[in-house]
């Protein structure tokens, strides 16, 4: 049984352009989820997929995209990228959208 | 609008002795409570969880209290080992629909002194 995977660990982008972050949930996972954690605060929801389809998104502004594939892998796109946006990036997933999450190692984002 | 709090952002306890990491929440609709352990360079682990039906869960070292009417719980570590020191991160799952959005405090970074 695989965890949670997420690529790339570490990536650093200059403001305005556009990151592409990517999950490869546990295996027989439907559900993925993506979190924002700034430095020294917990992480705050920013969307859930469950089969495809976004189901409950947090408080963030659309320039904050993402998609589920038929294999359950999820990416987490940001258009326009701001300095506020360096963060850790969590990816989580669950059996249905209330079962336990399982996160992965997350991705590192720092915006210059 | 902070609906998850852990006012303490830093414990330090002596081995063999009992941690107790405690959180506040202001919101009656969470229907679950969970605590994760986090190392540095490693996502979340969940630890342990309880519902909101109950006022105490166990497991092993682990003890989670939910005190509804104060809207507070704590987890209990006893006892104590040097690797349980790690940042503990208290969160609440609003279950909506089937989307189980889950709102954490800001962590506790607990220190295990050998």
């Known amino acids: 049984e695989t965890g949670v995977t997420q690529s790339p660990t570490h990536l650093i982008k200059t403001r305005g352009q556009q990151v592409t972050l990517r999950c490869s949930s546990q295996?027989?996972?439907?559900?993925v989820s993506w979190y924002q954690q700034a430095l020294g605060q917990g992480p705050q929801f920013i969307f859930q997929?469950?089969?495809?389809?976004?189901?409950g998104r947090g408080n963030f502004p659309p320039r904050f995209s993402g998609l589920q594939f038929p294999n359950y892998s999820s990416e987490l796109n940001v258009n326009a990228l701001e300095l506020d946006d360096s963060a850790l990036y969590l990816c989580?997933?669950?059996?249905?959208?209330?079962?336990?999450?399982?996160f992965g190692q997350g991705t590192r984002l720092t915006v210059v | 609008d902070q609906q998850v709090k852990q006012n303490s952002p830093s414990l330090s306890v002596q081995e063999g002795r009992i941690s107790i990491l405690n959180c506040d929440y202001t919101?009656?609709?969470?229907?679950?409570f969970l605590w994760y352990k986090k190392y540095p360079a490693e996502g979340p682990t969940f630890l342990i969880s309880?519902?909101?039906?109950?006022d105490k869960n166990e497991d092993g070292r682990f003890t989670v209290f939910l005190n509804k009417s104060a809207k507070h719980l704590s987890l209990h570590i006893v006892p104590s080992q040097p690797g349980d020191s790690a940042v503990y991160f208290c969160?609440?799952?609003?279950?909506?629909?089937?989307?189980?959005?889950?709102?954490f405090g800001q962590g506790t970074t607990l220190q295990v002194k050998p």
């Open positions: 295996s027989g996972h439907n559900t």
């Open positions: 997929y469950y089969r495809e389809e976004e189901n």
């Open positions: 309880i519902s909101s039906i109950k």
């Open positions: 919101n009656s609709m969470f229907d679950y």
């Open positions: 969160a609440a799952r609003l279950d909506s629909g089937n989307t189980g959005k889950l709102i």
């Open positions: 989580a997933s669950s059996l249905g959208g209330t079962g336990e999450a399982f």
